[in-house]
């Protein structure tokens, strides 16, 4: 019934920038909150960024100043601009929405950040 599906993945070299996009199949109103995790090969999942229904947006640590995500309602999309690349950014990134304390998952997109 819900269906995210990113886009905007690629390779970069380090300083360069790219934007991911993720397109619902719902409405962003019917969400409480969406964001984005991305995984390292080898590592564990780990949140990026998050915003909530309201526009509040919040960041992990390491990619603060640097990576930006919003929403475009009219859309049904979010995104998550990320500049100033660096090889540690290499993963695979998720988009997820959670409704009603239910959790929903993109298949992800790879993104590469060469030195």
């Known amino acids: 019934q819900v269906q995210l599906v990113e886009s905007g993945g690629g390779l970069v070299q380090a300083g360069g920038s790219l934007r991911l996009s993720c397109a619902a199949s719902g409405m962003l109103s019917i969400f409480n909150g969406m964001g984005w995790y991305r995984q390292a090969p080898g590592k564990e999942r780990e949140l990026v960024a998050t915003i909530t229904s309201s526009g509040y947006t919040d960041y992990t640590d390491s990619v603060k100043g640097r990576f930006t995500i919003s929403g475009d309602n009219a859309k049904n999309q979010v995104y998550l601009q990320m500049n100033s690349l660096k090889p540690e950014d290499t993963a695979v990134y998720y988009c997820?929405?959670?409704?009603?304390?239910?959790?929903?998952w993109g298949k992800g997109t790879l993104v590469t950040v060469s030195a």
């Open positions: 997820y929405a959670r409704r009603n304390a239910l959790d929903y």
